[in-house]
């Protein structure tokens, strides 16, 4: 008998979340609190929505917003850039053998929410 071997439409097992959703909480507080000190990033409220790390936990994508209608595509290259001193913050906080190499990127769900609401709305008027 054939045994099932896992897909890659498994989904995240429950150490990626776990892991995921503790270097979000980490890496929200060291930009809230501005510990990085990057003027750049001073004055820009960002959110962390959430961090996904891949099966091997080496590395991490990492979904940012702004908030105050800040463009998140000026943003992004800084994050990028600063993002081995933000991993050096995050290794006194979290407590793992190899600490993911992070990667931001736009964190588009709010928009594409948005739009499908509006398209919904208007199929709606249109009956």
Do not use: C, W
Request: hydrophobic fraction near 40%.
């Amino acid at each position: 008998m054939p045994r099932k071997s896992k897909t890659a439409t498994a989904g995240p097992s429950q150490r990626q979340l776990r892991v995921g959703e503790d270097l979000r909480h980490h890496l929200s507080s060291i930009l809230m609190r501005q510990e990085t000190h990057i003027p750049e990033l001073d004055t820009v409220p960002i959110t962390v929505s959430e961090v996904s790390v891949s099966p091997d936990l080496s590395n991490a994508r990492v979904y940012v917003m702004t908030l105050g209608g800040v463009d998140i595509e000026k943003v992004l290259p800084v994050l990028n850039q600063t993002a081995p001193l933000l991993r050096h913050h995050l290794a006194s906080r979290v407590h793992l053998r190899r600490l993911p190499v992070l990667k931001f990127v736009a964190d588009e769900s709010y928009e594409t929410a948005d739009k499908m609401a509006r398209l919904f709305s208007s199929i709606q008027t249109d009956q």
